[in-house]
């Protein structure tokens, strides 16, 4: 069983560049989660996608997208990027969206914005 | 909005001690508790939930249970181990008005010296 993979490790942008951060989901998972990791503190949720379809979303602006596809690997975008958006990016899949469902965590793509 | 509010660390314990770590959770809905650890070095991995009110979670020698009468779910282990080091968060899923979110807290990381 193939666990939750992340491309790339790392990645330095400049301020007003684009980003797209890609997650391969745990084998037989359907739902997947995109989250933000600033040093030293909790992970942040920016949202969820379940079978293609955005269902939930945390407190980032819309220049934060996301994408699932149908073999349910994803990506998210971040356009116009900001010094502070230079944290660990962690994408988390499950077996389906209910919430009751354990996540189970990529490594994460550490992003640096200069 | 929901909200996990977990005791700051570090924490610092000697080994064999009895650890607590208070995890207290506000939710407009019926949440799913959690438990995730992160060892040095490694990615966020489970470590036990609770689905709902008075379930007890447990794994390792971690227990958990779910309080919805005081919002609480504090993590405990009778005698912690050096292996146990690492940064433990507390963690809800819940479905509000808008959809799906998972909410961390901060994090409290444990020492456990030998």
């Known amino acids: 069983e193939t666990g939750v993979t992340q491309s790339p490790t790392h990645l330095i942008k400049t301020r007003g560049q684009q980003v797209t951060l890609r997650c391969s989901s745990q084998?037989?998972?359907?739902?997947v989660s995109w989250y933000q990791q600033a040093l030293g503190q909790g992970p942040q949720f920016i949202f969820q996608y379940y079978r293609e379809e955005e269902n939930g979303r945390g407190n980032f602006p819309p220049r934060f997208s996301g994408l699932q596809f149908p073999n349910y690997s994803s990506e998210l975008n971040v356009n116009a990027l900001e010094l502070d958006d230079s944290a660990l990016y962690l994408c988390a899949s499950s077996f389906d969206n209910t919430g009751r469902e354990t996540q189970y965590f990529g490594p994460g793509t550490r992003l640096l914005v200069l | 909005g929901d909200s996990v509010t977990q005791m700051e660390g570090p924490v610092t314990l000697s080994e064999e001690a009895f650890l607590t770590i208070n995890c207290t959770y506000t939710?407009?809905?019926?949440?799913?508790l959690f438990w995730y650890v992160q060892y040095p070095g490694e990615g966020l991995q489970l470590l036990l939930k609770?689905?709902?009110?008075?379930d007890k979670g447990s794994n390792k020698g971690f227990e958990a249970t779910y309080r919805k009468e005081t919002t609480s779910f504090h993590l405990e282990k009778g005698s912690v181990q050096v292996s146990d080091s690492a940064v433990y968060f507390c963690a809800l899923s819940d479905w509000e008005t808008g959809g799906f979110k998972t909410i961390f807290g901060a994090g409290t990381r444990l020492f456990v010296k030998a």
């Open positions: 939710a407009t809905g019926y949440p799913s």
């Open positions: 084998s037989g998972h359907n739902t």
């Open positions: 609770a689905t709902k009110a008075d």
